[in-house]
């Protein structure tokens, strides 16, 4: 199996190549190949464009009796993509290019056609001038004047151009570098008049904030001094006594304790006596029973007691205040204490 892959076949001492038998094969004959498409063409069946470029399984074949210098001529037989129309065109070694036979048209071969026209003008010159002299001085006199022609024209062309626009390059790249600088320097101002107007604002704004906390500073400063309570100090109020609070020697100072308690607890509301309505005095109810032993003792008092709630009744609708300042709740706690005491 390896033999196969080596270049140089072994051959006998006794091969003789003139034994092979030739085989007899048309000189015509077409043979399958890949090609592309050499040129821009277009089917003349169907109207398909085919492109330079595009990949062909065609049939090749000599041309027979057809010979450039020796060189072969081969035809080419490929099928159009969409109609699959046949199309033909063969090698064109005089020009190095092909030529389109049948089936399509050529496309963009105007440049080639005008590069054609000038070689044909310019070889027919070449074989008049070889054969007359007379020929070649009167191409050259034309010559001559067309190039003389043309110069006048340029220069005319020239002139005017010059009368028309004279532009100094070197005043308008400094005029631009002017302006340039100029548009800088506008920007920067601009720029530092900004950020100037910007401080200014955030310290008007400070200012303002600063003048508002001050005024309501004052204002709150005020406000505590009219809410300040007329008395000396916040505990002159726990050593006032109540006039329901005079009944006895232990009686009194058990009951001094609760109310100084409950007002330690509860607090006090301010001398205003926003809950003076509310608070009312009970009428003492008539009993018949034993008078209690503190009652008995506090009999010089009882005149006033019932003189304070014949008062009382009669200023039922007024608001209750008490002495020093004293507020109706803290009455309500000691009239609550004292109720509870007789009783007992």
């Known amino acids: 199996m390896s033999e196969r892959k080596v270049l140089n076949k072994y051959y006998p001492p006794d091969f003789d190549p003139c034994k092979i038998p030739k085989l007899k094969l048309p000189k015509d004959r077409q043979y399958v190949v890949r090609l592309m498409a050499p040129f821009n063409m277009r089917c003349k069946t169907c109207g398909e464009y085919i492109y330079k470029g595009k990949k062909f399984n065609a049939r090749k074949e000599t041309v027979m009796n057809e010979l450039y210098m020796g060189l072969p001529i081969f035809r080419f037989y490929i099928k159009c993509t969409r109609c699959l129309a046949e199309i033909t065109f063969k090698t064109d070694p005089e020009n190095t290019d092909y030529a389109m036979e049948h089936g399509a048209t050529r496309n963009f071969q105007a440049e080639k056609l005008l590069e054609e026209e000038e070689k044909r003008i310019v070889q027919d010159r070449e074989e008049e001038e070889l054969n007359n002299p007379m020929k070649v001085l009167e191409n050259r006199t034309k010559d001559s004047k067309m190039e003389m022609e043309v110069l006048e024209n340029l220069q005319e062309l020239k002139e005017l151009n010059q009368r028309q626009a004279q532009v100094d390059f070197e005043g308008m790249i400094d005029r631009y570098s002017e302006f340039e600088k100029r548009e800088k320097e506008r920007e920067k101002e601009e720029d530092e008049r900004e950020t100037k107007e910007m401080l200014d604002r955030a310290l008007v704004k400070r200012l303002r904030d600063s003048d508002s906390d001050s005024e309501k500073e004052e204002e709150d400063s005020s406000g505590s001094q009219a809410k300040k309570p007329s008395t000396d100090k916040p505990t002159d109020i726990l050593t006032t006594l109540k006039p329901t609070e005079a009944l006895g020697s232990s009686a009194g100072g058990a009951k001094k304790a609760k109310v100084e308690t409950w007002e330690r607890s509860v607090g006090t509301l301010g001398g205003k006596g926003a809950l003076g309505l509310l608070v009312v005095r009970k009428k003492p109810a008539a009993t018949f029973l034993k008078p209690h032993p503190v009652a008995a003792a506090s009999a010089p008092t009882s ?29 309500l706690g000691a009239y609550s204490d004292s109720d509870s005491n007789d009783s007992e």
């Open 303 to 331: 005149q006033t007691d019932s003189k304070a709630s014949t008062t009382d009744s009669k200023n039922a609708s007024k608001p209750v205040t008490t002495q020093n300042g004293s507020s109706s709740l803290s009455l």
